[in-house]
């Protein structure tokens, strides 16, 4: 389809301004402002979030949702009610109701009729499945969301719907789409997928960065801060990806499968409305900041809903010396011998930073830091039990003795696991801005458990016959990587440079990265499961590192708990390139 065709045909414009609970505040009002939409998204939510609103509602039982929604609202809702623009967001987090009545006094505090409507049936925890559990939502689908807009609501709150589905339900309500309609379903996930985690779909968190437009914003005189992402979706569930004009950052392949590949697994992106084949989807580079998406087929969604479960775990505590000069190693080993018998706590786990070049030219350049990590059930040991012998050494340890903060109190942690249950268990309700209630029917055909189509066969060699260079794998190859519960999620792919060598780097990445070439590239992964999965439309390879991150990013004691500069560390990883290729 041609790009005069899609600017013709019948499309739903829907924009996102929100990719995680603390994104930029004033995102709402430009996405309203900068240009025509018909639906405004906000992701807020995340297994991290559920954990952080869970504890909130332990203070405050009225609580429990995200709070900047509501500044955002009380800044915007008159805005999007002139301009039409539906509002279609997460915010919810575990009390949908409570955000919903919030949103309406909002609404009668600046004399508007706004009708809000709100999908819940997510939190479990009534149900006593988990004992202990501190949240247990279930993934809800995009149906609820739709109903609600058939019924004419301006505003629709959720609790822990999939991020994707505050793209679907909108797509659904505009078309007319039915549970069948598995691939129409399939291109709105993957629109959803693409527009959830905000700006990283314009050049936020992306490898290529120094490839982005330069513009300077004409009311602050520095860079201007990226645009948020919008999706043109089609009847047929194909789309473009833009942003509004004159924002900055960019739409390019390669900032679209920079969010494609973000925390995903196999080549099956399973959902509560349809199983989605990443592997099929196709971008076209259309137009400056259009990329075309088609291609996306669909199956019928798993029989079970996944669960997003938070336990309270226990308390911990860091603290940090700085290790200056020379004998960095001997000086790691005294104080570790020093402090070690004294701490109580069930878990302590030492880390290191690089050891300093040999004549570093400003202190801190040649120092380095040495970091102490405790862990227990209860505050007491990693209280002033860990505390108080840590600041006892400060004269009677190693020379140069400092921390990098003073002592602090311990703080709880949470742990994630995801868990499943039967749909006949999940009550998916919509409450009708009116207040009445309606149940969200179940799809009636599903698919078999997750198949291994795009698994990385076994490993075979690239032909050894060539010349070849030691460079970094990053020389052609973009990243982006995070975190999935305790397992780390690492995308890469051949950048589009235009290149007439595409085509054969992608056969080589795809020959290079096995299971064994992972572990060489993460030897903290040298003991772990690892999968890899083909996305050749993407030119791209998906890792999937179980384990790697332990419990989740609440509980993790890694320096980078969410995996977020995984990909960032591989891509500087040198390894043998063929000299054709370069």
Same mark, same amino acid.
């Given at each position: 389809?041609?790009?005069?065709?899609?600017?013709?045909?019948?499309?739903?414009?829907?924009?996102?301004?929100?990719?995680?609970?603390?994104?930029?505040?004033?995102?709402?009002?430009?996405?309203?402002?900068?240009?025509?939409?018909?639906?405004?998204?906000?992701?807020?939510?995340?297994?991290?979030?559920?954990?952080?609103?869970?504890?909130?509602?332990?203070?405050?039982?009225?609580?429990?949702?995200?709070?900047?929604?509501?500044?955002?609202?009380?800044?915007?809702?008159?805005?999007?009610?002139?301009?039409?623009?539906?509002?279609?967001?997460?915010?919810?987090?575990?009390?949908?109701?409570?955000?919903?009545?919030?949103?309406?006094?909002?609404?009668?505090?600046?004399?508007?009729?706004?009708?809000?409507?709100?999908?819940?049936?997510?939190?479990?925890?009534?149900?006593?499945?988990?004992?202990?559990?501190?949240?247990?939502?279930?993934?809800?689908?995009?149906?609820?969301?739709?109903?609600?807009?058939?019924?004419?609501?301006?505003?629709?709150?959720?609790?822990?719907?999939?991020?994707?589905?505050?793209?679907?339900?909108?797509?659904?309500?505009?078309?007319?789409?039915?549970?069948?309609?598995?691939?129409?379903?399939?291109?709105?996930?993957?629109?959803?997928?693409?527009?959830?985690?905000?700006?990283?779909?314009?050049?936020?968190?992306?490898?290529?960065?120094?490839?982005?437009?330069?513009?300077?914003?004409?009311?602050?005189?520095?860079?201007?801060?990226?645009?948020?992402?919008?999706?043109?979706?089609?009847?047929?569930?194909?789309?473009?990806?833009?942003?509004?004009?004159?924002?900055?950052?960019?739409?390019?392949?390669?900032?679209?499968?920079?969010?494609?590949?973000?925390?995903?697994?196999?080549?099956?992106?399973?959902?509560?409305?349809?199983?989605?084949?990443?592997?099929?989807?196709?971008?076209?580079?259309?137009?400056?900041?259009?990329?075309?998406?088609?291609?996306?087929?669909?199956?019928?969604?798993?029989?079970?809903?996944?669960?997003?479960?938070?336990?309270?775990?226990?308390?911990?505590?860091?603290?940090?010396?700085?290790?200056?000069?020379?004998?960095?190693?001997?000086?790691?080993?005294?104080?570790?011998?020093?402090?070690?018998?004294?701490?109580?706590?069930?878990?302590?786990?030492?880390?290191?930073?690089?050891?300093?070049?040999?004549?570093?030219?400003?202190?801190?350049?040649?120092?380095?830091?040495?970091?102490?990590?405790?862990?227990? +059930?209860?505050? *007491? %040991?990693? $209280?002033?039990?860990?505390?108080? /012998?840590?600041?006892? &050494?400060?004269?009677?340890? #190693? =020379?140069?003795?400092?921390?990098?903060?003073?002592?602090?109190?311990?703080?709880?942690?949470?742990?994630?696991?995801?868990?499943?249950?039967?749909?006949?268990?999940?009550?998916?309700?919509?409450?009708?801005?009116?207040?009445?209630?309606? +149940?969200?029917? *179940? %799809?009636? $055909?599903?698919?078999?458990?997750? /198949?291994?189509?795009? &698994?990385?066969?076994?490993? #075979? =060699?690239?032909?050894?016959?060539?010349?070849?260079?030691?460079?970094?794998?990053?020389?052609?190859?973009?990243?982006?990587?995070?975190?999935?519960?305790?397992?780390?999620?690492?995308?890469?792919?051949?950048?589009?440079?235009?290149?007439?060598?595409?085509?054969?780097?992608?056969?080589?990445?795809?020959?290079?990265?096995?299971?064994?070439?992972?572990?060489?590239?993460? =030897?903290?992964?040298?003991?772990?499961?690892?999968?890899?999965?083909?996305?050749?439309?993407?030119?791209?390879?998906?890792?999937?590192?179980?384990?790697?991150?332990?419990?989740?990013?609440?509980?993790?004691?890694?320096?980078?708990?969410?995996?977020?500069?995984?990909?960032?560390?591989?891509?500087?990883?040198?390894?043998?390139?063929?000299?054709?290729?370069?």
């Amino acid at each position: 389809m041609s790009l005069d065709e899609l600017d013709h045909r019948d499309v739903l414009r829907v924009g996102n301004c929100s990719g995680f609970y603390g994104d930029r505040l004033s995102a709402m009002r430009e996405m309203l402002e900068g240009g025509p939409l018909d639906v405004l998204t906000g992701d807020y939510l995340a297994e991290l979030t559920m954990l952080i609103l869970g504890k909130d509602t332990m203070k405050d039982a009225s609580l429990g949702y995200a709070r900047t929604f509501v500044r955002q609202a009380e800044d915007c809702l008159g805005l999007a009610l002139e301009r039409g623009v539906k509002i279609v967001a997460n915010a919810g987090g575990l009390n949908p109701a409570g955000l919903a009545d919030r949103l309406r006094e909002v609404a009668t505090g600046l004399g508007l009729d706004a009708k809000v409507a709100h999908v819940e049936g997510d939190d479990l925890r009534p149900l006593g499945l988990w004992e202990g559990a501190l949240t247990a939502n279930a993934y809800l689908g995009g149906f609820g969301i739709a109903r609600a807009l058939e019924q004419g609501a301006d505003v629709v709150v959720t609790g822990r719907v999939t991020d994707a589905s505050l793209v679907v339900g909108p797509a659904v309500a505009r078309f007319g789409w039915s549970p069948e309609d598995h691939d129409r379903l399939a291109g709105a996930v993957v629109a959803g997928h693409v527009l959830e985690c905000g700006t990283q779909a314009t050049g936020g968190n992306f490898s290529g960065f120094r490839s982005l437009p330069v513009s300077t914003s004409s009311t602050t005189g520095g860079p201007t801060p990226l645009g948020f992402p919008l999706a043109e979706i089609g009847p047929d569930g194909s789309f473009v990806v833009t942003k509004h004009p004159g924002t900055g950052g960019a739409v390019t392949v390669d900032t679209v499968t920079a969010q494609l590949v973000y925390e995903i697994q196999s080549t099956r992106y399973l959902g509560p409305d349809v199983t989605t084949h990443l592997d099929s989807i196709r971008l076209e580079q259309q137009d400056t900041d259009r990329v075309a998406v088609s291609g996306v087929v669909g199956s019928p969604p798993p029989a079970r809903l996944k669960v997003c479960v938070n336990e309270l775990g226990g308390f911990r505590n860091t603290a940090e010396f700085v290790l200056t000069g020379l004998e960095i190693e001997a000086k790691a080993d005294w104080v570790r011998e020093q402090l070690t018998p004294q701490l109580t706590a069930a878990t302590v786990s030492w880390t290191r930073t690089a050891l300093p070049p040999a004549d570093a030219d400003t202190e801190e350049g040649a120092s380095c830091l040495l970091r102490c990590t405790v862990m227990d +059930s209860s505050p *007491d %040991p990693v $209280g002033k039990a860990f505390t108080g /012998p840590a600041i006892e &050494l400060a004269l009677a340890s #190693y =020379p140069g003795f400092t921390m990098t903060a003073p002592p602090s109190a311990p703080t709880p942690y949470g742990v994630y696991r995801p868990e499943y249950v039967d749909r006949d268990q999940v009550a998916h309700t919509v409450v009708h801005a009116d207040g009445t209630r309606e +149940s969200v029917a *179940d %799809p009636t $055909g599903f698919s078999e458990p997750d /198949p291994v189509e795009g &698994l990385r066969p076994s490993p #075979y =060699p690239a032909p050894a016959d060539l010349l070849n260079r030691r460079m970094p794998l990053g020389t052609f190859v973009h990243a982006r990587s995070g975190d999935k519960g305790g397992d780390a999620n690492l995308g890469l792919w051949i950048t589009h440079d235009g290149s007439d060598k595409y085509d054969a780097r992608v056969t080589w990445l795809t020959k290079l990265i096995t299971p064994k070439k992972v572990r060489e590239l993460v =030897p903290e992964a040298a003991d772990l499961e690892i999968e890899v999965y083909v996305l050749p439309n993407l030119g791209a390879v998906n890792v999937l590192i179980r384990g790697l991150l332990g419990q989740g990013v609440a509980a993790s004691t890694r320096f980078d708990p969410q995996a977020k500069g995984l990909g960032e560390w591989v891509r500087s990883r040198p390894v043998h390139i063929q000299e054709v290729l370069l």
